[in-house]
């Protein structure tokens, strides 16, 4: 392969990569995800772009480490510094150095990915995208953290976005500091580009924002064609779909709101944030749409035991209201 640096930065890199792979749309296998990113990286020098949903980038990745489920992404690695502070043996110019990133040994981002999907931009500057699982601040804790480690800041006050952990790991004197960043956004929310003809932060954003709606609408699909399979008296599996249906709007109010900046609370909260809070939000900011209170009636009915039946034929027309609000909640968001 070609070794030169125009190469390791060029859209046709990330192209023979995906190539090789036989050009997948996606990929959801945790062991192809890794091994992909790690081909990737390799082959490229990490002389790649990430872009964040929050408009936060980087420009480079140094390597990436795959534990358990999680994924770490470094773009800092100051351990040979560190080991010469630690030594005394480090020279002023180290210093300054490693001052540029406030004396941090580790600067990473700790992902749970769902899966990646490939969009091809201008016809050859492929990204590849992460939809993303949210991490809740005790898995995040429980995996970063030992019982000696130090927690100096822990900031969740990105708008929502993402937090930082900022610790010490092991004794002080080692100094080995930890700044991790942690996606807190369960979508579409970050990208990998080749740094050639690179796109701007603003139109990456567009590309997260247009894929997390299309996975909204695969989901919705995905509903419809499961109902069209399942017997009129089969309540168990009608009630399960109907479910889905209340998750999936749910999950896209929540997308909204962020979008528009309405502030709701994720992470540990994330999965407490009810339907007719969302509404009363989506109503206070006279965002283009309102939620009908019957709406919410139903969606909570299908996810509790209230005892009501529900005929295979509701349950479509509940999907198909609930289309209707999916459509208006893309419509607001596209014409931006």
């Known amino acids: 392969m070609v070794n030169n640096i125009e190469y390791k930065m060029s859209e046709q890199l990330f192209l023979d990569v995906w190539n090789k792979w036989d050009a997948p749309e996606e990929l959801s296998n945790s062991v192809d995800i ?30 990436i480490k795959h534990q358990n489920q999680y994924t770490l992404l470094y773009w800092k690695d100051y351990d040979v510094l560190r080991k010469k502070f630690v030594d005394k043996s480090i020279s002023q110019e180290e210093i300054e150095e490693w001052l540029i990133d406030g004396n941090v040994t580790y600067l990473y981002m700790l992902l749970h990915i769902n899966k990646l999907k490939f969009v091809k931009v ?18 995040v804790k429980h995996f970063l953290m030992g019982p000696n480690d130090e927690l100096i800041l822990e900031d969740d006050n990105k708008e ?17 500091r930890h700044l991790c960043l942690v996606n807190n ?27 997390t709606i299309q996975e909204i609408e695969n989901r919705m699909k995905r509903v419809l064609n ?19 249906i209340r998750r999936i709007l749910e999950y896209s109010l929540k997308f909204f709101c962020l979008y528009k900046g309405i502030e709701i609370k994720l ?5 407490h944030i009810s339907l007719g809070d969302l509404k009363k939000e989506i109503k206070r900011g006279n965002l283009g749409f309102n939620i009908k209170p019957q709406l919410i009636n139903t969606a909570n009915e ?17 999907w198909e209201d609930v289309m209707k609000v999916l459509k208006s909640v893309e419509l607001e968001i596209l014409k931006n």
């Open 122 to 139: 201008n016809n050859n500057h492929l990204c590849i995208l992460f939809l993303l699982h949210l991490i809740p601040n005790k898995k």
């Open 267 to 271: 992470d540990d909260k994330y999965g």
């Open 34 to 63: 890794s091994n992909f990113l790690n081909e990737l990286i390799k082959e490229s020098d990490g002389l790649v772009i990430l872009d964040h949903f929050s408009y936060i980038n980087f420009d480079y990745i140094e390597y």
């Open 226 to 244: 499961s109902l069209s399979g399942i017997d009129d008296f089969e309540y168990d599996e009608l009630y399960a779909q109907g479910n889905t």
């Open 302 to 318: 299908m996810s509790h035991d209230s005892g009501v039946i529900f005929s295979k034929d509701e349950i479509i027309n509940f």
């Open 160 to 176: 929502d976005l993402y937090k930082e952990f900022d610790f010490i790991e092991g004794p002080k004197e080692e100094y080995r």
């Open 185 to 211: 956004l369960p979508y579409y929310t970050c990208l990998i580009q080749p740094k050639e003809y690179n796109l701007d932060t603003i139109y990456s954003r567009r590309i997260l924002l247009n894929e």
